[in-house]
């Protein structure tokens, strides 16, 4: 019969079950099982107890997990309070304010030394990132100026006619020298 039992609740109603057909069919009678003599009513008991001890198990398994579902939900809620807390004691305090952050129960941020190798093996790391990123500072970056290539300043430009030989005039612009847009200059009027 346990291969049968397969939870507690099965197990129990089982029991529960057995005990009746006892009642009904031995109520007054003495049974020897499993080399042990049972007296009608010390056989209930006897299983009665194994009821019960199945019965408190999943009661308690059922208000642990209860008890578990209410401690994951308060930690969910109180975990970003206890973070802007740290976050407020680091600011401040500073964070290898090493009493302060024991007094809170935090470990204090050590400062990171660097051997003179350690170092420099960093320096030349950032180096060749700034090399094959081609990165610039400040200073470097304000030497750079565009300029524009000719060939789109050509196409931008509208087309003119050929500059006519000096001293003629060209009909197309009035009698006024041919002038490319390059070599018109405009002074802003501060008017």
Not at 51 to 78: F, G, I, L, Y
Not at 104 to 114: E, H, I, N, Q, S
Request: aromatic letters at 4%; proline letters at 7%; charged letters at 15%.
């Amino acid at each position: 019969m346990p291969n049968k039992l397969t939870n507690k609740t099965t197990r129990a109603n089982a029991i529960r079950q057995i005990k009746a057909g006892l009642t009904k069919y031995f109520g007054s009678t003495t049974l020897v099982l499993a080399g042990t003599t049972y007296k009608p009513a010390a056989l209930q008991a006897f299983l009665q107890a194994d009821v019960a001890a199945n019965d408190a198990s999943t009661a308690a398994r059922a208000n642990w997990t209860a008890a578990v579902k209410v401690a994951k939900s308060t930690d969910s809620a109180t975990d970003p309070v206890l973070e802007a807390i740290q976050s407020l004691v680091k600011s401040q305090f500073g964070k290898t304010n090493d009493t302060v952050m024991t007094d809170f129960g935090y470990a204090a941020a050590k400062p990171v030394t660097l051997t003179t190798a350690e170092a420099a093996v960093k320096v030349a790391k950032a180096e060749a990132t700034r090399a094959a990123r081609g990165t610039k500072g400040p200073k470097a970056k304000a030497k750079i100026k565009g300029t524009v290539p000719a060939t789109s300043a050509a196409s931008a430009a509208p087309a003119s006619p050929a500059p006519a030989p000096a001293g003629t005039s060209n009909s197309a612009t009035n009698g006024s020298p041919s002038a490319s847009p390059s070599a018109v200059t405009t002074t802003p009027s501060h008017a």
